[in-house]
């Protein structure tokens, strides 16, 4: 049973790490997610470009939305993310797509792309589908 957008947006906002990210859920259907992370001075490291692991958190957030929307948790199995460009002040925006689902697993792509909708960063997830449903 495929999720509605208002009911994946209400499991997700009890998500307290993106919460202190600055990250908003914008939309989110079946296979599908978009989100933002205004970025603050937290988010900087110490050569003054967004830590790689704030972009890592803004598209693993995405990506748990997008794999999760089935209604059935899905967990990450494999992840891997590739930085193309240093963002340093603005927003970053999040967009994941499923390229491939079968019972068991299923294939995501996230694109991080920053104001100018330059790419900063690639990251593609595997995620294990279990049998369990989305609590809440």
């Known amino acids: ?28 259907a079946t296979g599908h997610a ?11 490291n110490a050569l003054k470009t967004v830590q790689g692991g704030a972009i890592f958190t803004l ?7 997008a794999c999760n929307s089935h209604g059935t948790m899905a967990v990450a199995l494999d ?15 999040a967009e994941a797509r499923e390229v491939s689902k079968n019972f068991k ?4 792509n996230v694109d991080v792309r920053d104001d100018a909708s330059d790419l900063v960063a ?11 449903k989305l609590p809440g």
């Open 34 to 44: 978009t989100a933002k992370m205004t970025l603050h001075a937290h988010h900087l």
């Open 79 to 93: 992840v891997s993310i590739v930085f193309m460009k240093a963002a340093t002040t603005g927003t970053l925006w």
């Open 1 to 28: 049973m495929n999720l509605s957008e208002a009911e994946l947006k209400r499991i997700f906002k009890s998500d307290k790490y993106a919460e202190l990210s600055n990250i908003e859920l914008l939309t989110a």
């Open 122 to 132: 690639q990251f593609q997830g595997v995620a294990y589908r279990k049998k369990d």
């Open 59 to 65: 598209a693993d957030f995405t990506f748990a939305v």
């Open 105 to 108: 697993v299923g294939l995501y």
